[in-house]
C-alpha cells in the first residue's frame, strides 16, 4: 500500500516510529510533513494528508497530533475523507469495516508507540464490509 502521513510538532516524535513500522509491513510511505519541532497548526497537515489520499495517489493516511482529534477535524473537512481517531485497536478495526474509514488519526500524547503500531496494523488488516454499510457510508459521502 501507499500511505500518506503527516503530523504537526506535537507528533514529530511518534511519526518515525510509525514511518519506520509501516516500512516494516511492506508499506511504501510519503511523509507530508511537519519536518521539525518548532510549532505549526495540525489542520496543515491534516489537509495536505487527506488531499493525497483524495486525489488518489494514496491508498490511505494516518495522521497525528497531540490527542489526534485537532488533525482528524481538519481531515474531516476535505470531503470524501472518513478520518476517524483511534486510541485502541478495537474501533480502529471497525471503523474500517463498517465506516470504510480511509485516515487514521491518533494522539501522540495519547497513546504510546506500542499501541500505536497495534492499532495502525487492526486498521490496515481490516476490510470495509460493505452490504449494509455502503448505504451509511455513500450517506455520509453525500452529506
Not at 41 to 64: F, H, L, Q, R, S
Amino acid at each position: 500500500m501507499k500511505i500518506a502521513i503527516g503530523s504537526d510538532h506535537v507528533g514529530l516524535e511518534l511519526k518515525p516510529v510509525i514511518v519506520e513500522y509501516l516500512k516494516e509491513l511492506g508499506h511504501e510511505v510519503e511523509d507530508f510533513g511537519a519536518y521539525s519541532k518548532e510549532r505549526t497548526d495540525y489542520p496543515i497537515y491534516g489537509e495536505k494528508v487527506a488531499k493525497a489520499v483524495i486525489e488518489g495517489n494514496y491508498d490511505c493516511g494516518i495522521v497525528m497530533c497531540g490527542t489526534g482529534v485537532g488533525i482528524s477535524i481538519a481531515a474531516n473537512k476535505i470531503k470524501g475523507i472518513r478520518a476517524v481517531v483511534c486510541s485502541e485497536p478495537y474501533s480502529a478495526k471497525l471503523s474500517k469495516e463498517h465506516n470504510n474509514t480511509n485516515i487514521l488519526a491518533f494522539g501522540s500524547r495519547v497513546i504510546g508507540s506500542e499501541l500505536a503500531k497495534m492499532i495502525v496494523k487492526e486498521w490496515l488488516e481490516a476490510e470495509f464490509e460493505g452490504g449494509r454499510h455502503a448505504n451509511r457510508v455513500n450517506m455520509l459521502d453525500n452529506m
